[in-house]
């Protein structure tokens, strides 16, 4: 009987730890511009993504299917660790809608919801019964995180997709929602000025069928600590009002979970306000170029978690420089990839597309031998306006496209060693000692381009 008391007590011990801290992913007390864990260092999140990596997108050959293994191997080859999981929400992508030379249209598959209804949706197939979860599409999310986690990556799981429902020609109509694509009766009229009541507040019907999916998704990556969700991408101005509200449910239903999974909320386009972002329950967020994050970023203060995507800067787009300026000013960073090209072409050529890959990798291999829960972005202290620092211990300078800069070191004693990083090549080449105690000027050993100077206290 005492050994049966003292294992319930054990048991009872265990399932309580596991319920309180199940997943340890949260934004640091320390330095709140990073994520951290258990261990107590910040986990500087950069990496590439792109839209088929969760559902198919296929078009002419239904078989040609997305290789996520791969795709992994892939993110793992460029010393990546963080990618979006893309959620869709139409019965297709017609990239017309995209400006795509190729315009195509990619058939989308699985759902979150089942095709079991009675009578036929606009694509021809049976029509969804909103009620029922699609069991295919959460087992898929659930095996993708855990092949992610064993690869040991962090994954932002997207929610809602609201760019298509506005963009996409004929979206509407090719939305589960339509009142001729479901059996469910939700009151929605099917004249297409609508389609964005969807990602509003205005029809509890559609409101709770979403929370229902929520919480599904919620149900499927507990136990995750690999995992950040993301409300939902790029939707309209007028949807503030939900994804607060969005943002708020998840919080209270994963409290009586006992977890916390960081939840962000990304631009909203056409026309929002990254205020809006700053102002929202959300731990982290994803800007657009409104305060300079697409040219010139300004130095992450702290408010939010800042997780800056070439998706809402470019749509497809980006350069080296922006990935260490934002680095360098204390932000994660993001590039929408175009990958394969299956589903849209990069505007650019192939060795610029794989020198944005390989530096999102540099900054990470930087971050790893940094103690970058210290560092803090530091501008004032070089000419060149990009510094991230630990003042006294370690400095991390941006060069761009200047040779030449201004350390101020004057208020730090100490000799400090030297480490010059080329961002075209990859390579690094020492540098001579740098002693502390007044201002410095350093020169770059690279004849071209933009360059980075890594300085440690010896």
Known sequence: MLRLWIFSTFLCLLLACAKETPNTLRVSSENPRYFTDQSGKAIYLTGSHT??????????????????????????????????????????????????????????????????????????????????????????????????KEGGFYVAVMLFEGWGIQFSPDAYSRHPFYPENNINNLGLDTAASTRLEIHELKNQKVLAIQEDYVKKVLETVHGFDNVLLEI?????????????????????????????????????YKGGSNETLFDSPADWISPNGEGGYKDAPPPADGRKIIINDTDHLWGLGGTVD????????????????????????????????????????????????????????????????????????????????????????????????AEWFDPASGNSSPGDDIEGGNLQEVKSPFQTGSSVLFLKLK
């Open 232 to 268: 939902s991408n790029e939707n309209h101005p007028a949807s503030t009002k939900w994804q607060y509200h969005m943002i708020k449910f998840i919080k209270n239903f994963e409290d009586s979970l006992g977890v916390h999974h960081p939840v962000g909320m990304t631009f909203q």
């Open 51 to 148: 839209w088929n990596n969760l559902v198919d997108m296929t078009f002419q050959n239904p078989a040609d299917t997305f290789d996520y293994p791969g795709f992994l191997q892939f993110l793992k080859s460029n010393h990546h660790n963080f990618f979006r999981l893309w959620a869709w929400e139409l019965l297709n992508w017609d990239t017309r809608g995209n400006r795509d030379e190729n315009a195509k249209i990619c058939e989308i598959n699985p759902h979150p919801w089942t095709r079991t209804g009675t009578g036929m949706a606009s694509d021809g197939l049976p029509k969804f019964d909103l009620t029922k979860l699609n069991p295919e599409y959460f087992s898929r999310l659930r095996t993708r995180l855990q092949l992610a």
């Open 322 to 417: 922006w990935i260490w300026k934002s680095f360098t000013q204390g932000m994660n960073t993001l590039f929408m990839d175009p990958y394969d090209g299956k589903v849209l072409t990069a505007p650019f050529d192939d060795q610029r597309l794989e020198l944005l890959r390989k530096n999102l990798g540099y900054t990470l291999q930087y971050a790893e031998k940094m103690d970058l829960i210290k560092m803090i972005p530091s501008g004032s202290l070089t000419s060149g306006g990009y510094c991230l620092a630990n003042t006294g211990n370690e400095y991390l300078i941006y060069l761009s496209q200047d040779s030449t800069s201004t350390i101020d070191l004057s208020d730090v004693s100490g000799n400090f060693t």
